[in-house]
């Protein structure tokens, strides 16, 4: 059970894709743990300039996006949409 402390904007509908669904089964990680991560504003492994995007984001509406590693070495991305319709666990190749 994944628990949500604090939402610092809106997810819309949460969904992936089937690549990601596989690096995630294959690490034995639930797609909810990385998306908790992301609304709470631990955006993995961004650099300073996209962690500051993503900051402004929150405020303005923009895009906001994450990247983690999981434990095989898949980078995953979560995306949520500007108008904050749906947020998306991908592998960057999906993109």
């Known amino acids: 059970?994944?628990?949500l402390n604090k939402m610092l904007f809106?997810?819309?509908?949460?969904?992936?894709?089937?690549?990601?669904?596989?690096?995630?089964e294959a690490a034995g990680v639930g797609a909810m743990s990385l998306v908790c991560r992301h609304v709470a504003g631990?955006?993995?492994e961004v650099d300073a300039h996209d962690?500051?995007?993503n900051e402004d984001a929150i405020r303005?509406?923009?895009?906001?996006?994450?990247?983690y590693t999981l434990t095989?070495?898949?980078?995953?991305w979560v995306i949520t949409e500007?108008?904050?319709s749906s947020t998306c666990v991908l592998c960057p190749d999906d993109y």
């Open 42 to 44: 631990d955006f993995g």
């Open 51 to 53: 962690r500051r995007a």
């Open 10 to 24: 809106k997810l819309g509908r949460v969904v992936a894709t089937p690549a990601a669904l596989a690096a995630l």
């Open 72 to 76: 095989s070495g898949e980078k995953l």
């Open 1 to 3: 059970m994944v628990v």
């Open 60 to 67: 303005t509406g923009e895009r906001i996006l994450s990247s």
């Open 82 to 84: 500007a108008d904050r």
